[in-house]
């Protein structure tokens, strides 16, 4: 407490500054004689000394964790080390804080031999999806890698009988599952193409008789630029497949089955209960009629009436097969002309014999039964159960099918009835008369269809060239002036045919090479050829057109 002046008073005991300053007596009474005063200085001392200690360890412990995070990395990059070789690597990394007289910290020596520099860089930024130095330009470039590399492009196929709100329900599932894609790229391109088709969806109120095709998704143009496709349409016939793919491709596997030249084939199936009519295309069968009876049995009763009992069966019988007959015209029989490939005869009785034998069956189709199947029931079951048994009997009708037209165009040749024409040149000729009535193509001809513009005489140009023959690039350039044609268009020639042919009122069948009548028609004529309507000589056309500058009427 200071006194006047400011003056601090000295405590009671103390003396000035001549002698040491002596403690109060109450105070040294109650001090242990054992316990020297200067205890309290060293403990002081002492506390400061751990407090120095523990901000050391505790920067020593600091700096070990930054080593053991970088040794870490190290080891997981190196793939692992034996455990020797881990602690002369940690030995090396507690000395990386100690610098060198002349330079920075020595991060060689750590570096293992096999590890080129800046190896952990480049790693560590292939992890991120960076190339090292590439800095924004090589973020974008791999963004646009997974874009057009996602999983982004949806294909969804519906078939007839389903449900628009099943599908509705399952693609809100498939949003949800979406979100947890952890590319951020991908899942908004997921995310977007889910949405747009449950836009899509929300055209229709139910799916389409053909059932519904929908493809939606971002591709990748030729340009490298991204192009956002919605496409939904209804197939041109039946579509017996469920589809529903994400995938960094749209999938159209189903849709080449519908484009294959599947035949229709008719079923009736009768037995003693009723009757059934059905179709079968591909992989999908119909039924389109089917009708029950009650026919009356044999029995022995009857007495005098047992003859009239009989009659009255058999006229019952009678009736029932020329009503399966008269379906059976109305079905399979539109516009004068059968509408099936082919028909299958099944039943458990006697009946389906009884029908192909009767007056009552239409000829047309009479012609067109392929075979007669036993089956143990009737109905659907039946209709299934028929299907199985005629399997090897359908696949064979094409095949034979195509043995009776390449054999009847061989005829033609045989007999030199001059209906015939094989070869692109005369078939054309032909299909410009108008002259062929089948053309005869096979499925695989490799002959392209090129129109030109030509530069200096404005004109246009037709091409047919094989494989190796458009290597030739004399094809496209002008012999005169060497100056290169403009190309209008390019297709398959086989497509081409298929666009065009009914202009030229010609019928279009396309064969295989499986047969051996199909292998002789590619390998001797081409795979192109005709069944022609009248006689055509080719060549006195090429005749009086090459000399028309000495034609002279009066010579006929």
Excluded at 85 to 110: N, V, Y
Excluded at 451 to 480: A, M, N, R, W
Excluded at 514 to 538: A, N, T
Aim: glycine share 10%.
């Amino acid at each position: 407490m200071g006194g006047p002046g400011g003056v601090r008073r000295r405590p009671m005991g103390s003396v000035g500054p001549g002698g040491p300053a002596l403690p109060p007596a109450a105070e040294v009474a109650s001090r242990a004689p054992c316990e020297p005063i200067a205890t309290h200085a060293a403990a002081w001392r002492g506390r400061a000394g751990v407090l120095r200690q523990s901000r050391r360890h505790r920067r020593r412990q600091r700096h070990r964790r930054r080593g053991a995070g970088t040794l870490g990395r190290r080891r997981r990059e190196d793939g692992g080390r034996s455990q020797r070789g881990r602690q002369e690597r940690g030995d090396l990394e507690d000395q990386e804080a100690h610098q060198e007289p002349g330079g920075g910290p020595r991060r060689d020596r750590m570096r293992p031999k096999h590890i080129p520099p800046r190896q952990t860089d480049v790693a560590r930024n292939h992890r991120t999806g960076l190339d090292s130095g590439a800095g924004p330009e090589g973020s974008q470039a791999t963004e646009r890698h997974h874009r057009s590399n996602g999983t982004s492009m949806i294909s969804l196929i519906i078939p007839p009988k389903d449900q628009i709100s099943r599908v509705a329900k399952m693609l809100a599932d498939e949003f949800g599952t979406a979100s947890n894609i952890k590319s951020r790229v991908n899942r908004l391109s997921v995310l977007g193409a889910i949405t747009s088709v449950q836009q899509r969806l929300k055209l229709y109120n139910k799916v389409p008789p053909n059932g519904l095709v929908v493809y939606c998704g971002t591709i990748v143009t030729e340009e490298g630029k991204e192009k956002k496709v919605n496409i939904d349409f209804e197939p041109f016939k039946p579509i017996n497949t469920s589809l529903y793919l994400c995938d960094n491709k749209f999938h159209t596997e189903a849709l080449t089955a519908l484009l294959s030249d599947d035949s229709k084939f008719g079923f009736i199936v009768i037995d003693g209960s009723g009757a059934l009519f059905g179709t079968l295309q591909g992989n999908t069968r119909e039924v389109l009629h089917k009708f029950t009876v009650d026919l009356p049995k044999k029995h022995g009763r009857g007495g005098q009436s047992a003859l009239r009992f009989a009659r009255l069966r058999m006229e019952k019988r009678h009736n029932y097969v020329r009503k399966v007959a008269e379906t059976a015209v109305q079905l399979f029989i539109s516009g004068d002309k059968v509408n099936v490939a082919g028909l299958v005869l099944a039943g458990s009785a006697d009946f389906k014999t009884e029908l192909s034998q009767s007056d009552m069956f239409d000829q047309r189709l009479q012609s067109k039964v392929l075979k007669l199947v036993d089956i143990s029931y009737g109905g659907e079951n039946g209709f299934n159960q028929a299907i199985e048994l005629s399997t090897e009997v359908l696949s064979n009708v094409k095949f034979i099918q195509e043995k009776k037209l390449i054999g009847r165009y061989f005829d033609e040749i045989s007999q030199d009835t001059g209906k015939y024409c094989f070869g692109v040149e005369d078939t054309l000729k032909a299909l410009e008369m108008g002259a062929v009535e089948i053309l005869i193509v096979y499925e695989n001809l490799d002959i392209m269809r090129y129109v030109l513009h030509c530069q200096g005489t404005e004109e246009e140009k037709i091409l047919y060239l094989t494989p190796e023959q458009e290597k030739d690039k004399s094809h496209f350039t002008d012999k005169e002036t060497g100056q290169e044609h403009e190309l209008i268009e390019s297709m398959p020639l086989l497509e081409w045919f298929a666009n065009n042919y009914k202009k030229f009122g010609a019928t279009l069948e396309i064969v295989t090479d499986k047969s051996q009548e199909g292998s002789q028609f590619v390998k001797g004529f081409g795979g192109i050829g005709g069944i022609l309507r009248y006689r055509v000589d080719f060549q006195g056309m090429e005749y009086q057109g090459g000399d028309d500058e000495f034609f002279d009427l009066d010579d006929y």
